[in-house]
């Protein structure tokens, strides 16, 4: 523990807490849905893939956002773009809680692309918290940072109790202090010291074309409009989103698309974080269907998980700066395949259940700190733009988990089926990152670590060769 200390108050502090606050409290806002899912869906009488889409929609928003959200951090001070989140992520509460009717499905979705702000600081609030430490250490720095995942215990401890007191609209309203808290966090101590390029003004215009082009997009699929309507349109969704956020980038960033380790760590952290926050933002209503618990113990237990995952980020992030990300993540990514497919063969009951959602967290908060330590040493010089893209990876598989999971539910009649698929890619990325290993050690581990490594395999090979 002193050591860690040692490195925390070596670099900006102060800088790193404001960090913290703001992702901790954007994440609150991010995965607000979930919790009163049960609430919401049955007030307005949405269907088992519609209540999947509501809570979804701002996981995929976050997604999508923190790429153009990260291009204007590589032109724009990181403080003056995060006080501009907060603001956009506030508003949803705000009209909620002076709206004087229930609100509609339509009018829940476009908050919902707003409460995605939430989750877009993550493009923010780790390159910043970043800048002000020497790169020997930002497994662990990046880490603490993304520990802001905390937030959503917040979400499950909170909104649900609240509900039952003053309604689900109403109880919102709880994380407009908490964002007025991280604001003035990042007033008084925040500071970005990453160095800036590009221009301004275009990578504001793709902010806000991504901004206005989601919620459109939304309002098409929930409308049915352009055959894009129901199912179909929902999965659909996020290729259209991307192809589009994809196209407002400047060509020199689009180039890291061409490049295969982008796509391979993008797959990677959509099972990681993907996993974590797409759980997250349905783990309530899973409990609640599943088992028959009450909206407060199923948000208790949604908090209890979350923080199990949140607490142990940084904790991987250390792991992976001792032992390289690339060693950490293999054993993760088969953890997590095996917690999947455990629940689609097992169908465990409650206890069973709850244990391999305890295990699914563990692996998911350490598989998150481990995969960031990887990008800081692949991408050095684009922390913005990479935290960004592959952060966009998460959210995009955060949006497609409980879409399997409702979908599944809906035509099935169970959740089995949603667990296996997941399952299934998280042992395919398994099986790549094996054939990656050697070739990525090469860069992700110190130089010294690298030879004596390579002397040990060598050491192996004589030894098997006599």
């Known amino acids: ?105 339509t009018l829940l979705l476009v908050l919902g692309v707003l409460l995605g702000m939430g989750g877009a600081s993550f ?83 793709g902010f806000a074309a991504t901004l206005g082009v989601l919620v459109v997009l939304v309002l098409i699929v929930n409308a049915g409009l352009f055959g894009l309507g129901g199912k179909p349109g929902m999965l659909l969704l996020p290729v259209i ?26 797959l990677i952290y959509s099972i990681t974080f993907g996993g974590f926050v797409g759980m997250s933002s349905y783990v309530s209503p899973l409990l609640i269907d599943m088992y028959g618990l009450s909206q407060v113990h199923a948000g208790l237990w949604m908090a209890a998980l979350a923080f199990t995952g949140a607490m142990l980020r940084p904790v991987g992030g250390w792991i ?15 953890a997590i395949a095996v917690c999947d497919v455990g629940f689609a063969v097992f169908k465990p009951g409650v206890q069973g259940g709850i244990a391999l959602l305890v295990a699914l967290y563990v692996a998911f908060g350490l598989g998150n700190g481990a995969s960031f330590q990887l990008v800081s040493q692949r991408w050095v010089g684009k922390a913005g733009l990479m935290s960004g893209v592959i952060g966009a990876a998460g959210g995009i598989g955060g949006f497609y988990l409980p879409m399997a999971l409702g979908t599944a539910k809906e035509n099935l009649g169970s959740y089995w089926v949603g667990f296996a698929v997941f399952g299934g890619i998280s042992a395919a990325a398994w099986l790549m990152l094996a054939a990656l290993r050697r070739e990525w050690l090469a860069w992700a581990l110190p130089e010294e670590e690298e030879v004596e490594d390579d002397t040990a395999l060598s050491l192996g090979g004589a030894t098997e060769t006599v």
């Open 1 to 105: 523990m002193k050591h860690v200390l040692s490195h925390v108050r070596g670099g900006d502090w102060k800088s790193l807490l404001a960090c913290f606050l703001y992702f901790d409290t954007g994440f609150t806002v991010w995965v607000m849905y979930g919790p009163l899912a049960q609430s919401i869906s049955g007030d307005l009488g949405l269907s088992p893939s519609q209540k999947a889409f509501l809570t979804a929609v701002p996981v995929l928003s976050a997604a999508l956002l923190r790429v153009t959200f990260g291009n204007l951090y590589q032109a724009m001070d990181g403080r003056r773009l995060a006080l501009l989140g907060i603001v956009l992520s506030a508003i949803p509460s705000a009209v909620l809680l002076f709206l004087p009717t229930m609100p509609s499905l």
């Open 123 to 205: 493009a923010v609030a780790l390159p910043m918290a970043g800048s002000g430490y020497p790169p020997n250490v930002q497994g662990l720095v990046l880490g603490l940072a993304a520990a802001g995942n905390i937030g959503a215990v917040v979400d499950g401890f909170l909104f649900p109790t609240l509900a039952e007191r003053v309604g689900w609209q109403h109880s919102m309203a709880a994380a407009l202090p908490l964002l007025a808290l991280s604001a003035g966090a990042l007033l008084l101590w925040a500071q970005d010291r990453a160095p800036k390029s590009g221009s301004v003004p275009r990578a504001a215009t």
């Open 241 to 266: 989103g991307s192809l589009f956020v994809v196209a407002v980038l400047p060509r020199r960033y689009r180039s890291v698309f061409a490049e295969r380790d982008t796509w391979a760590m993008m």
């Open 320 to 334: 992976a700066d001792k032992v390289s990300g690339v060693r950490a993540l293999l054993v993760l990514l088969a």
